[in-house]
């Protein structure tokens, strides 16, 4: 379990300090994960310190240094993302699926830091902290993290025929493929609301987000390398991956037994 959590750790932060490193580069917030409006004033000095803070506290994460510090300044910021610019969007734009995937991609983003902050509450070690991953920041991280994976098993079910489009042609059977990867976001958001054989759903999903790395954002980056947005999905599935394995290594048989009189 020691080995899962180090292993979705690393994998969390080095996509969040990628998030920093693409802001610094093209000296933008990211697009598609954070549309924060032109008219906001000292907008370029807002993707400075963002970009500071996610590579500061990813830093933090993969060192082991302030580890719980860096997950609650993480986790603050994402929140805030959430409520602006993503929530202010979705009043306004409430039929738009880019709204909703951009949110709640912040949305699970948020929960693994958050998440992280409950495993690193008492110990600067992941393997010593397990007893107090059922804390309340954990359990709030761990419900946020399913409450992101039921929205996105509503959109592949609203929009099948849209969301086909974006598989690769090489790929056969499109719908099949889709139908399941809803159906196992679907049951990977339930088992984690229930407490019912977590470890094994969210291993099984960071497996699946890690296919989807190799499969299909790796080979999207390699044909638009210049393109942040393919740059950018890449590093949302990558986290999503880590977030998956951080849930399934602090799920050891003492730690579903404890959560599960929390909720």
Partial sequence: MKLIIQSG???????????GIEQFITGNFLTGLFPIPATVPARLLWVYFTGVIFIATGVGIITKIKT???AIVLSILLFLLVLF?????????????????????TAALCSGAIMLA?????????????????GKLFV??????????????IQHYMYIDFISTLIPAWIPLHRFWLYLVMIAFFASAISIFLNIQVRLSATLL????LIWVLTLHIPL???????????????????????????????????IAYNSKLN
């Fill in 206 to 209: 960071g497996s699946m987000f």
């Fill in 9 to 19: 750790r690393y994998l969390y932060a080095i996509a969040i300090i990628a998030f």
């Fill in 85 to 105: 610019p993503h929530l202010y969007n979705l009043i306004a734009n409430i039929k738009d699926p880019r709204v909703w995937t951009a949110m709640f991609e």
């Fill in 221 to 255: 980056v390699i044909t638009h390398v210049h393109d942040e947005t393919q740059w950018t999905s890449l590093f949302v599935a990558l986290a999503m991956c880590g977030i998956s394995f951080i849930l399934a290594g602090a799920f050891n048989k003492k730690s």
């Fill in 118 to 134: 409950g495993i690193f509450s008492n110990s600067s070690s992941p393997g010593n902290s397990l007893k107090n991953a059922p």
């Fill in 140 to 153: 709030t991280g761990k419900i946020l993290f399913a409450i992101s994976l039921m929205v996105f098993g």
């Fill in 68 to 70: 719980r510090l860096a």
